[in-house]
């Protein structure tokens, strides 16, 4: 008999949230806002495997190569971990991710646990796992998040928490129900785990750049693979297959890529923008809807503000990272802080390498460390739920996104208000009446 309790509808939770004020503090102007006077940060010890337990058993929802990553991480996080499930629109990325868990860990995926198609995420959540792991196309997290609280299982929820201000919401509200539930949830903004950050951020919270002034974002990089249509591809399939480069699949890359330096630095401002002002085009781009340069000027409350700037373009200089600014020197919120003539004061001290030189890497990468955390969490019986955050710092990556769209100032408001919802009304492989049209900011100058 399973006497696992039922799931709730998700009007039952909200009507018991909105008695309790979370829909109150949902829409807040400072959700994350933690800064006290009084808070104590002490450095955390990580496990470097995750204790021993009874099986566990995870799906995949998201075939591709993050998801194939994720799987990898999962599996080698500790004993008694196993995969049993997979989920994916399309077949031949189930059929590459079996395989390499086939023959890169010893893992073998039967037939009848691998599901094809926009609904095979209902047969993972169905299938007799414990864990899921959602390292889908954001446009799809929502939905497949939401669905896994209400079947009460543990999730690792990649990165961004969506695409649109009411997807964002969504994730705000299933993580408010897997928080009642008591479920872990880990979000996939692996720097929060990597302890070169986190002690990073302790030197920073102990005075070693004095009070936080402003800061600058970068993720610049080469751009999106495209893919001329084939004979016989739908509308739908068209867009998947070029899924980095249509806005309602991935956000934009200020919402896909450049939300991980925005989440590093409202982790250490602890708190978020509540204003953006943002511009941005498509210049090179030759296929789908995104931008593919933009910059966006994200301010808090009290004026402090930051700088957040990407770029998908080949044949430029890429960069990436974060510049945190304060009254006695700099740090890239990383590994190092500088004092204001160039000095370095302060630098993380890695794990020597073999030959016993000083090294550049972590004993363990943060991709691996948020899954050892993620699986300790659940047999150690100590709750951990990350949604909050990402979906923080996906919203302000919104808001920038559609300043710059407009060419408006934005508000926090303005996003917990906003109708906007991206995409299709149905998903299946047909016909979509998206057009490969970039938005424009503004009005053409009178003749």
């Not at 893992?107 to 047969?123: E, H, L, M, S, T």
């Not at 979000?187 to 004095?210: E, P, S």
């Amino acid at each position: 008999m399973d006497n696992r309790p039922k799931p709730w509808s998700r009007r039952e939770f909200i009507g018991d949230a909105a008695a309790l004020g979370v829909l109150g503090a949902i829409g807040a102007g400072h959700l994350i806002s933690s800064c006290s006077s009084q808070k104590k940060y002490e450095m955390p010890v990580y496990p470097e495997r995750a204790p021993e337990g009874p099986p566990l058993k995870a799906g995949l929802i998201g075939c591709g190569s993050r998801g194939t990553g994720a799987a990898f991480n999962y599996i080698d996080a500790g004993p008694n971990l196993q995969i049993t499930a997979l989920a994916d629109v399309f077949q031949n990325r189930i059929d590459n991710c079996r395989r390499a868990l086939k023959e890169q860990r010893g893992v073998d995926i039967p037939d009848q646990n691998c599901f094809v198609g926009f609904d095979a995420y209902k047969r993972v959540i169905e299938s007799d796992v414990d864990i899921i792991l959602e390292t889908s196309l954001a446009y799809s997290r929502p939905r497949h998040f939401e669905a896994a609280v209400q079947a009460r299982k543990h999730v690792f929820l990649e990165k961004p928490a969506g695409v649109d201000p009411v997807g964002v919401r969504s994730v705000m509200v299933s993580g408010k129900m897997a928080e009642a539930a008591g479920l872990t949830v880990v979000a996939g903004t692996q720097r929060r785990h990597a302890l070169d950050h986190i002690k990073t951020f302790m030197m920073v919270k102990n005075g070693a750049i004095g009070n936080l002034i402003s800061a600058n974002c970068y993720s610049n990089n080469m751009s999106s693979p495209a893919f001329d249509r084939q004979p016989g591809w739908s509308d739908m399939e068209y867009m998947l297959r070029n899924r980095g480069n249509w806005i309602w699949l991935t956000g934009d890359t200020i919402v896909n890529m450049l939300v991980h330096f925005i989440d590093i630095l409202n982790w250490f401002f602890e708190d978020h923008p509540v204003r953006a002002l943002g511009m941005g085009a498509q210049v090179r781009r030759h296929k789908g809807d995104m931008h593919d340069i933009c910059s966006a000027d994200f301010s808090f409350t009290d004026e402090r503000r930051y700088q957040g700037m990407c770029r998908q373009m080949d044949g430029c200089d890429h960069k990436r990272g974060c510049l945190l600014f304060g009254t006695k020197g700099y740090t890239n919120c990383q590994n190092s802080i500088w004092d204001y003539e160039g000095n370095v004061i302060w630098e993380y001290e890695y794990p020597k390498d073999d030959q016993g030189r000083r090294g550049n890497r972590l004993a363990i990468s943060p991709f691996d460390q948020e899954i050892i955390n993620f699986i300790t969490s659940i047999r150690t019986n100590n709750p951990v739920n990350e949604t909050q955050n990402m979906a923080v710092s996906t919203m302000v990556a919104i808001m920038g996104r559609e300043s710059a769209y407009t060419g408006k100032n934005l508000t926090w408001e303005d996003m917990m208000n906003s109708g906007l919802s991206l995409g299709p009304k149905e998903y299946s492989m047909g016909p979509v009446d998206i057009q490969p049209i970039a938005p424009v900011p503004g009005i053409a100058p009178q003749a």
